[in-house]
């Protein structure tokens, strides 16, 4: 049913009970899977020259964790025997970087985590999950945490 699933991380708890549930679908299914980490490049745009050294500072950490987050996802997906793909993607904003992930490997469905914010933490923070299922032109399986 599904050729090719998406699984979006971000180092989170929730994010790796996405990768669980990516590993028992992609079994079931026989599907391949890709697993990626979205870096905004850009997080200083606007504040001036003065942040170029931060910036350096800031890809390097991010890259750094981006690696840590999907070697975890890769640990749980081949512990269940499926091999993924990994990529780090670069886009201003998450939920873009995922669907243009998605359109790029040919994905089928997304399986991803929502950490379920409410109120002022979700209105200042946002919900990638939430930007993603209403935006994606294919299937979005959310995970809860």
Same mark, same amino acid.
């Given at each position: 049913? @599904?050729?090719?699933?998406?699984?979006?991380? =971000?180092?989170?708890?929730? &994010?790796?009970? +996405? +990768?669980?549930?990516?590993?028992? /679908?992609?079994?079931?299914?026989?599907?391949?899977?890709?697993?990626?980490?979205?870096?905004?490049?850009?997080? @200083?745009?606007?504040?001036?020259?003065? @942040?170029?050294?931060?910036?350096?500072?800031?890809?390097?950490?991010?890259?750094?964790? +981006?690696?840590?987050?999907?070697?975890? &996802?890769? %640990?749980?997906? %081949? %512990?269940?025997?499926?091999?993924?793909?990994?990529?780090?993607?670069?886009?201003?904003?998450?939920?873009?970087?995922?669907?243009?992930?998605? %359109?790029?490997?040919?994905? =089928?469905?997304?399986?991803?985590?929502?950490?379920?914010?409410?109120?002022?933490?979700?209105?200042? /923070?946002?919900?990638?999950?939430?930007?993603?299922?209403?935006? +994606?032109?294919?299937?979005? @399986?959310?995970?809860? =945490?």
């Amino acid at each position: 049913m @599904f050729k090719h699933i998406l699984v979006p991380v =971000d180092g989170s708890e929730t &994010a790796q009970k +996405a +990768a669980e549930k990516a590993a028992g /679908l992609a079994k079931v299914f026989g599907s391949s899977v890709t697993v990626i980490y979205v870096i905004d490049p850009y997080p @200083f745009t606007g504040l001036g020259s003065d @942040f170029a050294y931060g910036q350096a500072e800031y890809l390097s950490a991010a890259t750094a964790e +981006a690696e840590q987050a999907i070697q975890a &996802a890769k %640990q749980t997906l %081949q %512990q269940a025997g499926v091999t993924p793909q990994t990529r780090v993607v670069e886009e201003h904003s998450t939920w873009r970087g995922i669907l243009n992930a998605a %359109q790029t490997s040919g994905a =089928d469905l997304i399986v991803m985590g929502s950490h379920g914010r409410h109120g002022l933490e979700k209105i200042v /923070l946002g919900s990638v999950a939430q930007r993603v299922l209403s935006h +994606a032109h294919l299937p979005v @399986f959310v995970v809860r =945490d």
